[in-house]
């Protein structure tokens, strides 16, 4: 599917605020306290001074009691406007560290497609798509690719609980498909050992996993479905490139390998995300 060719092209460039230096670094010099409240804090910033509960449901994969543990008391540390403006300078200075200057063109085809997305039931895409676009060009390169990045995962919310999952009941699927190994994830989502079983035995129960994990007939339909209603409703941004898709994908899968081997974004890692 087109759709998912963009979200592979793209993703790693997005993903390089979760583990580059630059990015921890500028959390803490704006008072965030450890690498999960950086996380919680600069993900959704552009939502403002949001409580645990509402992000909760808006990240969707997560334990409510780790991110308690961050919000609200990030706000009490630093502004969510602080932390867009040093998230965007950090993440600009990791990928011009990683990539070097320039990549306009990417820039303006990223942001083309940026443009043509739709933010119904979307938070996370429509609160980083009203972030003013930094005057930096690598800047406005990792900040279309969040948006991109955002309106797909925010789909694929609506697309899993549309099948009936909650958060780590869909994570459980993608493990059962072998798109994640459980070892990858499971120390960076806060469940406890009794949310993962008890998450287990209810896909069981509706037949979607066997005794060991892996997804049965059933399972594999719903995976199947949750993933081709993910591409549809991530369709728009494609069709707004047109005839100019391809050369995005020709301009953006280079870069992504190239921050991918020079270990700015480890493989494997929680999101699954692989080498273009």
Same mark, same amino acid.
């Given at each position: 599917m087109p759709a998912r060719r963009l979200w592979a092209a793209v993703e790693p460039l997005h993903a390089v605020?979760?583990?580059a230096p630059e990015t921890a670094e500028a959390a803490k010099a704006v008072g965030l306290r450890g690498y999960w409240m950086g996380y919680f804090a600069g993900r959704l910033a552009p939502? !403002?001074?949001i409580g645990p509960e509402p992000a909760t449901a808006v990240l969707f994969g997560? @334990?409510?009691a780790m991110v308690a543990r961050a919000l609200p008391d990030a706000w009490s540390f630093a502004a969510p406007a602080d932390v867009v403006r040093t998230r965007l300078a950090a993440v600009s200075s990791a990928l011009r560290r990683a990539l070097g200057a320039g990549?306009?063109?990417?820039?303006a085809l990223l942001e083309r497609a940026a443009d043509a997305c739709r933010f119904d039931s979307r938070p996370l895409a429509a609160a980083w798509a009203a972030?003013?676009?930094? @005057?930096?060009?690598? !800047?406005?390169l990792w900040l279309a690719a969040t948006v991109l990045r955002e309106h797909r995962g925010d789909g694929h919310v609506l @697309?899993?609980?549309?099948a009936g999952l909650g958060g780590l009941e869909t994570t459980l699927t993608h493990i059962g498909d072998g798109v994640l190994r459980q070892a990858d994830v499971e120390p960076h989502r806060g469940w406890s050992a009794a949310d993962w079983t008890a998450a287990a035995h209810r896909l069981r129960d509706r !037949?979607?996993?066997d005794a060991d994990g892996r997804l049965t007939e059933s399972g594999t339909a719903v995976r199947r479905r949750i993933e081709e209603d993910t591409d549809r409703l991530a369709a728009a941004p494609v069709a707004a490139l047109g005839a100019d898709f391809e050369r995005l994908l020709a301009l953006a899968e280079p870069l992504s390998r190239a921050v991918i081997d020079a !270990?700015?974004?480890p493989v494997p890692n929680p999101m699954g995300v692989s080498r273009p």
């Open positions: 605020v979760y583990f939502l !403002g001074p997560f @334990a409510p990549h306009e063109e990417l820039v972030v003013p676009k930094p @005057a930096d060009p690598l !800047g406005r @697309a899993a609980v549309h !037949g979607l996993l !270990g700015v974004v």
